[in-house]
């Protein structure tokens, strides 16, 4: 069954600094990644889809995700850290076909300091 | 682009009584519809998918009869939650397919006394 992990419930960072937050899957077949991000009490934006075509991923926001299948992963970066950054981010595979489920790692939340 | 609303944002409501949330795609068509539940610092469950005009499916540990769902039209689905019950309390969102995406509305966060 498809799965994916989040390494890490938090992440701090100080502002203008790198963003890596990291995903890795698990699916039989070739994945659907999907990266969303929610702020507080808000609904989930996406920010990011890998649907096997290029694995550089460019979003919205300046983020960038890599599919790298060697590694299983999807880890999502920034190069420099905004303070409006702060946020729950969520990875997220598709399962089945026609993107019809979506199965949430558990979330990293990001903290950005001064 | 597609935007996903949820009425209302907020609900709080006594145990034993019934709510209704409403989820409508605002410029597109949507058959289905996703329903997910989110507990406080955890991430999205799926609970049921929404299918217009026909039944909807449920995830399995969901119930179905305390958890009604209904997809009347290409741009509306509801999800009344029946006899509520504190444990009940929770943010619930809902997703429509757009194109190859998903698009979230902002949530509703129930909370049951």
């Known amino acids: 069954a498809q799965s994916v992990t989040q390494l890490g419930s938090h992440v701090s960072v100080s502002e203008g600094a790198l963003v890596l937050l990291r995903c890795n899957y698990s699916s039989s077949v070739p994945p659907y990644l999907f990266w969303y991000v929610q702020y507080p009490n808000q609904g989930l934006q996406l920010l990011l889809k890998?649907?096997?075509?290029?694995?550089l991923v460019k979003g919205i926001n300046g983020f960038e995700a890599e599919f790298k299948k060697s590694e299983t992963s999807f880890h999502l970066t920034k190069p420099s850290a905004h303070m409006s950054d702060a946020a729950e981010y969520f990875c997220a595979v598709s399962v089945g076909t026609g993107f019809q489920k979506l199965v949430f790692g558990t979330g990293t939340r990001l903290l950005v300091s001064p | 682009g597609a935007v996903v609303s949820q009425h209302p944002s907020w609900v709080i409501c006594k145990s034993g009584t019934s709510v209704k949330i409403e989820c409508r795609s605002l410029d597109f068509q949507a058959t289905t519809m996703f329903w997910y539940r989110q507990f406080p610092k955890q991430s999205l469950m799926l609970m049921a998918t929404s299918n217009e005009g026909s039944k909807a499916t449920y995830e399995q540990g969901v119930e179905k009869d305390k958890f009604l769902i209904n997809h009347a039209s290409l741009t509306l689905s509801t999800l009344t939650v029946t006899s509520a019950h504190p444990e009940d309390s929770s943010f619930y969102i809902c997703?429509?397919?757009?194109?190859?995406?998903?698009?979230f509305g902002p949530g509703t966060r129930l909370t049951v006394l």
């Open positions: 890998y649907t096997s075509a290029a694995t």
């Open positions: 997703s429509a397919r757009a194109g190859t995406s998903k698009v």
